[in-house]
């Protein structure tokens, strides 16, 4: 089964204010998407990599595959205008070999070998699997003024994460169909369920943290050095 990683790394980073992307911030020492390239290829389920970053980072993007040393066929390609664009670039760079895609954050860089290869093997039997975690907080859904309209039952709530895999020609078929309608979704696990398509969602981690702002570093690191030491 041929194993195709598409990491979006595209992202502009505005929640961080600086001159350096959020996916090439240092984190101990390396790039924070040099961490995530790097812990997708231990899983040992990957063919290829294909890295996608904003138009005019090529540059950085090879550097940091450089600083991960992957020991995987790998390309990076420029992005789109937003975080679907860019997967769909990478769906087309993808070979024709390519039986399922794995979508992956670029700064999610505590992913687990055991959460991918449950979300592997998952979609190898539905065809489209994302990794979650259950809510721990309660829910409200709010009105815009602010007020309370319901609190939701959290036990069928989860909260959804990357790694995400799906059957090659599934995702390409429902990339393909939003696009005819200019129809953006936050993940393409959402662009599969338009097309009618069943996503099995598999047991991530808590530690399989989305670094998004400035307040996540200082959690980054502690899960960083806690893995070091044990």
């Known amino acids: 089964m041929h194993v195709t990683a598409i990491v979006p790394a595209a992202g502009a980073g505005i929640r961080f204010g600086g001159a350096v992307k959020?996916?090439?911030?240092?984190?101990?020492?390396?790039?924070?998407?040099?961490?995530?390239?790097?812990?997708?290829?231990?899983?040992?389920?990957?063919?290829?990599?294909i890295v996608v970053v904003p138009p005019g980072e090529e540059p950085r993007g090879r550097e940091a595959l450089k600083l991960a040393r992957v020991n995987l066929e790998t390309e990076v390609?420029?992005?789109?205008?937003?975080?679907?664009?860019?997967?769909?670039?990478?769906?087309?760079?993808?070979?024709?070999?390519?039986?399922?895609?794995?979508?992956?954050?670029?700064?999610?860089?505590?992913?687990?070998?055991?959460?991918?290869?449950a979300t592997v093997e998952a979609a190898k039997e539905v065809g489209a699997a994302v990794a979650a975690v259950p809510i721990?907080?309660?829910?409200?859904?709010?009105?815009?003024?602010?007020?309370?309209?319901?609190?939701?039952q959290r036990g069928q709530l989860w909260s959804i994460q990357t790694p995400q895999v799906f059957?090659?020609?599934?995702?390409?078929?429902?990339?393909?169909?939003?696009?005819?309608?200019?129809i953006i979704a936050t993940d393409?696990?959402?662009?599969?369920?338009?097309?009618?398509g069943m996503v099995k969602v598999v047991r991530g981690s808590y530690e399989n943290l989305k670094i998004t702002s400035e307040e996540d570093l200082p959690i980054a690191d502690l899960i960083l050095k806690r893995r070091t030491v044990q």
Do not use: C, W
């Not at 996916?23 to 389920?45: E, K, V, W």
């Not at 992005?79 to 670029?106: F, M, P, W």
């Open 22 to 49: 959020k996916q090439f911030i240092a984190l101990n020492g390396l790039p924070i998407l040099s961490h995530t390239l790097r812990a997708l290829a231990a899983s040992d389920a990957l063919a290829a990599i």
């Open 77 to 117: 390609i420029p992005g789109g205008q937003t975080r679907q664009d860019s997967v769909y670039n990478g769906l087309q760079r993808a070979k024709a070999e390519t039986d399922l895609v794995l979508i992956h954050d670029g700064v999610r860089p505590f992913v687990s070998r055991q959460v991918v290869l």
């Open 136 to 152: 721990i907080d309660t829910i409200k859904r709010v009105d815009t003024d602010g007020l309370v309209v319901e609190t939701l």
């Open 167 to 182: 059957r090659y020609a599934l995702l390409m078929q429902a990339h393909r169909a939003v696009r005819e309608h200019g």
């Open 188 to 196: 393409d696990a959402a662009l599969v369920e338009r097309i009618g």
